[in-house]
């Protein structure tokens, strides 16, 4: 992608095959919604369509298309299932972050590339726990436990937040060395799902995004051999979440701007068809809804502009600060965006926007969840605050009062 960001014929091409994908996905969307059914078909349709292997690099056997071409993906998978969109987002999350990390290997990432490519095997990405916040970052140093023993070692403690692990065949995870004083040491594994000692506690009764079924993952004893180990930081959250950026919080974006996109789809919809007793025209005519409409349609298109111009920087820069500044701008933006979109869309389109059953309600529904998704806008915005007044948040007391060690 130039930097005028149009799109490459290989991008548009996948751009084409995630769009046929989502209107496979729309048709089961409200099924998956209402019973909180995992989509398992739309992740077999994704594998057959090779999206598995979608940003693998070439030379490992995948198609290479990096960021840019998940998120051009991701923004057409949404508008059919946000849901589906964002629980596989966990899958090239794990991806992108092994196939990118300096520390990896390039046998342990060949090793990685033949599990997805070769043997289509689902991922999911396990890094949230009960006690982090998405208001306090450093909260994110696991916490889960690494305890070694001869050959390998003992897991103890939770993960949360974790989509797709019932359907995926391993997760990326991190732990903490039990012997280890600095909190910030962790370990990352490739681990089975079906680990012995590993449970799935099913709380993922939520008001959005229900067919990902982000359950509590509970670890008691669980074994995982040395080989399982795909490196160990000093520094999680800047190992992890600020130099992958990307993939940590940038397809997540993507996902939710389609989520926006898709509530401009059945905005038009509604009221290009709806027109009310006693007039000739359609109810867009309205000159107030019309507004709400082109509200829509500009915070989104900012959001997008802003999202693109951090993958190329991603794809052309690399791992730099101004690239994560990028992403925090863009994250922000499109959170922002999407829950105004939703609100916008209720009230254009009023009680018809509301009934259960119909997309935009369950789109609704979803879109409450974009400026919440970590790193929620308020974290956005602090990151950003610093780097526009050009202070240190090394230099900055705590917001909340840390716990003596």
């Known amino acids: 992608m130039a930097i005028g960001f149009a799109l490459t014929p290989e991008q548009l091409r996948i751009q ?3 769009r046929e994908l989502s209107k496979a996905f729309a048709r089961r969307a409200f099924e998956h919604d209402r019973d909180r059914s995992a989509p398992i078909g739309n992740y077999a349709l994704l594998r057959e369509a090779g999206f598995f292997g979608l940003v693998v690099p070439r030379e490992l ?41 300096p520390d990896i290997s390039s046998e342990t990432k060949q090793w990685v590339a033949d599990l997805v490519v ?7 990405t396990a890094v949230s726990e009960p006690e982090t916040s998405g208001h306090l970052m450093p909260s994110y140093a696991p916490g889960l436990e690494a305890r070694r023993v001869p050959g390998g070692y003992m897991l103890y403690g939770r993960k949360a937040f974790a989509s797709m692990w019932e359907e995926a065949g391993r997760a990326l995870l991190y732990a ?3 012997e280890d004083a600095n909190p910030q040491s962790a370990i990352g594994f490739l681990i089975p799902t079906g680990t012995e000692g590993v449970a799935v506690e099913d709380v993922w009764h939520t008001m959005g995004m229900r067919a990902t079924r982000s359950q509590n993952v509970l670890f008691d004893g669980a074994f995982v051999p040395e080989e399982a180990v795909l490196h160990r930081t000093g520094a999680f959250v800047d190992s992890f979440i600020t130099r992958g950026a990307a993939w940590s919080f940038g397809g997540a974006a993507a996902v939710y701007l389609g989520l926006g996109y898709g509530m401009i789809d059945e905005v038009r919809e509604t009221l290009t068809g709806r027109v009310a007793r006693g007039y000739a025209q359609p109810m867009g005519y309205h000159p107030d809804i019309r507004r709400r409409v082109a509200e829509m349609a500009c915070q989104l298109e900012a959001a997008r502009l802003s999202l ?17 500044l990028a992403f ?26 509301l009934f259960q059953g119909r997309p935009l309600e369950r789109m609704i529904r979803d879109a409450v969840t974009a400026p919440i998704m970590p790193p929620n806008e308020d974290a956005c915005l602090g990151l950003v605050g610093f780097h526009e007044l050009g202070l240190s948040p090394a230099e ?9 060690r």
């Open 328 to 353: 925090a701008r863009a994250k922000y933006l499109v959170g922002h965006a999407v829950a105004e979109t939703a609100r916008n869309a209720a009230v254009a389109c009023g009680m018809h926007s």
């Open 176 to 178: 903490h060395l039990e």
């Open 16 to 18: 084409q095959a995630a």
């Open 308 to 324: 693109w111009h951090a993958g190329w920087l991603h794809e052309t820069e690399g791992t730099t600060e101004q690239t994560f």
């Open 61 to 101: 056997g995948g198609q290479g298309h990096g960021y840019l071409g998940w998120a051009v993906a991701a923004e057409e998978l949404a508008r059919g299932c946000a849901s589906t969109a964002l629980a596989f987002n966990m899958h090239v999350k794990a991806v992108g972050n092994i196939m990118e990390h």
């Open 118 to 124: 070769g043997e289509g095997v689902l991922l999911c």
């Open 396 to 404: 900055a007391p705590s917001p909340v009062k840390r716990a003596e």
